[in-house]
């Protein structure tokens, strides 16, 4: 009970009076001028379905720390893929001597304050100071689990690398003194080198920062294109219209990081989380050569107990006659290494 009491605290204290920069620029299928949508109606949750999930499940149980994190130093480049799992939604891809961070969070809350909110359990499987030069940062959306502004700061000063976000996203690392910015709607593609693409695509998510700027930001998932191989990175999502509609602009997919936590109770979570069954499924329509499951064992964020995600997704495996060799789940820090 002191954990629901926290919980909600939390929100109320803090949530709601933290906001980010907000987008008002042209109307746009996706932006009516004051709050962007998904491609399909998506019930928003209001701060009474989250007393309602508090008050009415049980969590599952975590750990405060596993300890079973063995930190890996990576190469500086690499020429064919080399993707590692450094903890929640942040990979370093490393492919055709480019370095690629997803949502990176090195910090130890994912929170807007460093004394209280989700408090990681397991530590990232990179240590910040063994990073190599990083070339790019693509972000999902401004979540704090999975824009950490701490860690973007780090990187400006360690890399200088070029942040890829949504629109109005942009607007906000501005205003933290990042400059070094490409915001993108869905369905836009950047060329960032000679051989080298990233489309912006969506994905059925929500945005904020606290309770009064939710969705004045967009949020998506990314594709990065090399000339030989596409790279799909899902973001957080609900199961939805947006995975056929991206199989069909982008065929032959390599590799796909697919969420899987976070994903009950699914009254509140359904529409924005899938579920490791939801990521199966995915992962059939996307026609992904391989998919790597991401999204777990890093901050508990919702009811699912630590491991609750890997064995649903191994039930939806053998149920599904997929082989754990086409749907891998990472090891931390380990690169997963791919014949170009």
Not at 49 to 56: F, H, N, P, Q
Not at 186 to 214: A, Q, V, Y
């Amino acid at each position: 009970m002191n954990k629901i009491f926290l919980s909600l605290s939390f929100s109320v204290l803090f949530l709601g009076c933290f906001s980010a920069a907000s987008y008002n620029g042209k109307l746009s299928r996706n932006f009516d001028g004051e709050k962007f949508h998904n491609l399909e109606k998506t019930e928003m949750k209001s701060f009474w379905d989250l007393i309602v999930w508090k008050l009415t499940t049980t969590d599952g149980y975590w750990p405060s720390n596993t300890n079973d994190v063995k930190q890996y130093k990576p190469n500086s480049f690499s020429k064919n893929l080399q993707i590692s799992f450094i903890g929640h939604s942040t990979f370093l891809i490393q492919l055709d001597s480019i370095n690629i961070l997803t949502d990176p969070i090195w910090s130890e809350r994912a929170s807007p304050v460093s004394f209280v909110g989700p408090k990681r359990c397991r530590i990232p499987a990179i240590n910040f100071s063994d990073l190599p030069k990083i070339d790019y940062v693509v972000i999902s959306h401004n979540h704090y689990d999975h824009l950490d502004i701490e860690t973007l700061k780090k990187l400006k000063v360690h890399s200088n690398p070029t942040f890829c976000v949504p629109l109005g996203v942009d607007l906000f690392l501005k205003e933290e003194g990042i400059e070094n910015v490409i915001a993108m709607n869905w369905w836009e593609e950047k060329k960032i080198k000679s051989n080298f693409k990233i489309n912006f695509l969506p994905s059925r998510h929500f945005s904020g920062r606290g309770f009064t700027d939710m969705n004045e930001t967009l949020w998506g998932s990314w594709m990065i294109i090399s000339d030989t191989i596409k790279i799909y990175f899902a973001g957080d999502t609900g199961f939805g219209i947006h995975f056929e509609q991206i199989a069909n602009r982008f065929p032959n997919i390599e590799v796909s990081l697919l969420p899987i936590g976070a994903f009950k109770p699914r009254f509140f979570m359904e529409q924005i989380h899938i579920s490791p069954d939801e990521a199966v499924k995915s992962h059939i329509i996307l026609k992904s050569k391989k998919s790597i499951a991401m999204h777990f064992g890093t901050f508990s964020l919702a009811d699912d107990a630590i491991d609750e995600p890997i064995i649903e997704l191994e039930k939806s495996l053998l149920n599904r006659k997929i082989s754990k060799e086409n749907f891998l789940i990472p090891k931390f820090g380990e690169p997963i290494f791919f014949d170009k």
